[in-house]
């Protein structure tokens, strides 16, 4: 045999021990995966209101000629809701690098409804991505 008899157990514990960790580890290894997909996909929403709330004119080139008479409730809108936005540019620097080096790309499935959630929680969010997506 391979193994002396006294060193199997040992052997068999030390496998089981690998499985049970690693095991943990992948599961918290998903978490972190699943909150750095959604905090970056609500980074890249909210950097893309950003652009377009701070055009001059955002909301002309896309919407057609029959909204034109919602456009002077939109710029009214991000006045109040601008500090907000402030936060943030400081979250994603911070999780610009881990979603490019991600390994796992079965996560990314799930964000529209993380994301669609976070937004209805706040309704300017809600308004501005019903308006800025086609």
Not at 4 to 22: A, G, R, V
Not at 88 to 106: L, M, Q, R
């Amino acid at each position: 045999p391979p193994f002396p008899s006294h060193q199997i157990p040992n052997y068999l514990l030390s496998i089981q021990f690998f499985n049970l960790s690693s095991m943990a580890f992948s599961k918290y290894s998903i978490l972190a995966l699943l909150f750095v997909v959604t905090m970056t996909s609500i980074n890249v929403d909210a950097r893309s209101l950003l652009q377009t709330t701070t055009l001059p004119n955002p909301t002309i080139p896309s919407l057609p000629k029959s909204d034109l008479s919602d456009l002077p409730v939109i710029p009214s809108l991000p006045k109040g809701s601008l500090p907000p936005f402030s936060s943030f540019p400081s979250i994603d620097s911070s999780f610009n690098i881990p979603p490019v080096s991600s390994p796992a790309p079965t996560p990314v499935p799930s964000t529209p409804e993380s994301t669609n959630s976070f937004f209805s929680s706040f309704p300017f969010f809600s308004q501005t991505l019903s308006i800025h997506k086609p």
